[in-house]
């Protein structure tokens, strides 16, 4: 195996397998049949989730009394880790799933720096275990060489049991993956089962199912964004993945997510005048319901908390690793961040330059403050003040789905996230199409819906 690699000069990871063709009508047959399945157990996995980010969050004050691991420390061992995870071509929740090990066995036992790299490289090999398939998982000598052998492969096994123990053998919790998928399907955007062998244009060509793609595609950029600052462990996984979602879909200038919540809004609102005509002592201790997506309940404490992690979305857009940006480079979601800067540029500028304050800034307090309107008009969940409107306006609508153009097309691509001072781009050369990639490439694309995979 190893000679065969270096013979064809094939990275570690699985070794390329040629697919055999699958029947479209056979996959169209069970995406039908998966959505059954799933709408008789909708209630109980709502429920289960909920449950799951209540109790298996780690605790960042717990992280904060380390000796020897600091935060400035995390975006090293983080970019080490992506890097990893697109090398073995792992899903999506592997990285989501091996970073809340990692939070959680560093909020219980004390990590010395020389080990750090040994709990993320254990994590991501427990992750890939729980999450992937078996020929994808790397091995116990692969992990080593990535290391460049500063840990041998009998420490991985020990630090195995040791983080299985710590974490009482509990791995479930509310994956950022899931939550994204949980609110695109309750905005409406989504009411298929990914699509593992066909390209799903060739399916439904009359479908938004590329929308949908491209939603996810930015999606996951913002959650894995997510995954550099320390304010996002004090969030629940839901609320940063309705944000997510809010805040793709008005990169992307879609108003499916912005209209489904202003919905919710407004079913909360009779629900709540319902319950206080009929007040009732006991439903005070109750469990709060997942509302939606709101796994956690919604109410007006989760409308400004969802404000303030589009802020810090927005000054985190301004620090994107390099390792980041190449990998969605190929998917044009850098392109698409760079257009929304431009459209956005005045209100995006006012929050850098004050970003320290707006970072002290609790929760409560935002929607009393100036800065409520800027994160409302960037999230499209009510009208745009004057002050915060774009400097250089382009339509709402999202773009025709015909166009010769893509926004995931690989024009005028940078390496890095840029803030709004990058030039405006010209109507002829906006990009208009919802394709994540070029029809050669999109086997090897997911198609997002309720769990979808990234590489399959």
């Known amino acids: 195996m190893q000679a065969e690699r270096r013979r064809t000069g094939a990275k570690y990871g699985p070794p390329p397998v040629k697919r055999r063709g699958y029947s479209t009508a056979l996959e169209m047959m069970e995406s039908r049949s998966n959505r059954g399945l799933i709408a008789e157990y909708e209630e109980d996995i709502l429920q289960q989730l909920s449950i799951l980010e209540a109790n298996n969050r780690p605790n960042p004050a717990m992280i904060d009394l380390q000796p020897e691991i600091q935060w400035f420390m995390r975006p090293f061992l983080l970019d080490f880790l992506i890097e990893l995870h697109s090398s073995f071509r792992l899903q999506p929740q592997t990285l989501f799933l091996c970073l809340d090990i990692v939070d959680r066995y560093c909020a219980k036992r004390i990590v010395f720096k020389r080990h750090y790299q040994l709990v993320g490289c254990t994590a991501l090999w427990i992750a890939g275990k729980y999450e992937d398939k078996k020929s994808r998982v790397p091995t116990l000598r692969e992990l080593a060489m990535m290391c460049r052998n500063a840990y041998d492969e009998e420490m991985f096994v020990q630090m195995e049991m040791h983080i299985m123990s710590t974490l009482d053998w509990s791995l479930g919790h509310s994956n950022l993956e899931e939550c ?3 609110a695109i399907s309750f905005s409406n955007q989504s009411r298929l089962s990914p699509f593992k062998y066909n390209v799903i244009k060739e399916c ?8 949908i ?3 996810t595609a930015v999606g996951r950029f913002l959650c894995e964004i997510s995954l550099y600052d320390r304010f996002f462990l004090t969030v629940s996984p839901s609320i940063i993945s309705i944000t997510a979602n809010l805040l793709a879909c ?13 919905k919710l809004m407004a079913s909360h609102r009779e ?11 006991d439903r005070e201790n109750e469990r709060p319901s997942p509302d939606g997506p709101f796994l956690g309940g919604f109410d ?31 998917y044009g979601v850098i392109q698409v961040v ?4 431009t459209r956005y540029s005045y209100a995006i500028t006012v929050i850098y330059e004050n970003q320290q304050s707006f970072q002290d800034l609790a929760i409560e307090d935002i929607r009393d403050s100036k800065i409520c309107s800027v994160a409302d008009s960037l999230l499209q969940i009510s009208n745009a003040s004057s002050e915060v409107e774009s400097e250089s306006h382009v339509p709402l609508t999202p773009p025709s789905a015909t166009s010769q153009y893509s926004v995931f097309s690989h024009k005028n691509l940078t ?14 050369e906006r990009m208009d199409d919802f394709s994540p990639m070029d029809g050669s490439q999109c086997n090897t694309w997911s198609s997002p819906a309720a769990s979808a995979k990234t590489y399959i």
């Open 271 to 281: 629900r709540s005048q319902f319950l206080n005509s009929c007040y009732n002592e």
């Open 300 to 330: 007006e404490y989760s409308l400004d908390t969802i404000r303030k992690t589009c802020l810090m979305f927005i000054i985190q857009l301004g620090k994107v690793s390099e390792v980041l940006s190449k990998k969605y480079e190929e």
């Open 204 to 211: 439904f060509p009359n479908s938004n199912a590329s929308k």
């Open 250 to 262: 008005s990169m992307l200038q879609i108003t499916d997510a912005s209209n489904a919540l202003h």
């Open 415 to 428: 390496p890095s996230c840029v803030t709004p001072a990058s030039s405006y781009i010209p109507s002829s």
């Open 213 to 215: 793609s491209a939603i």
């Open 338 to 341: 760079k257009n929304f800067n």
């Open 180 to 182: 994204l998928q949980l």
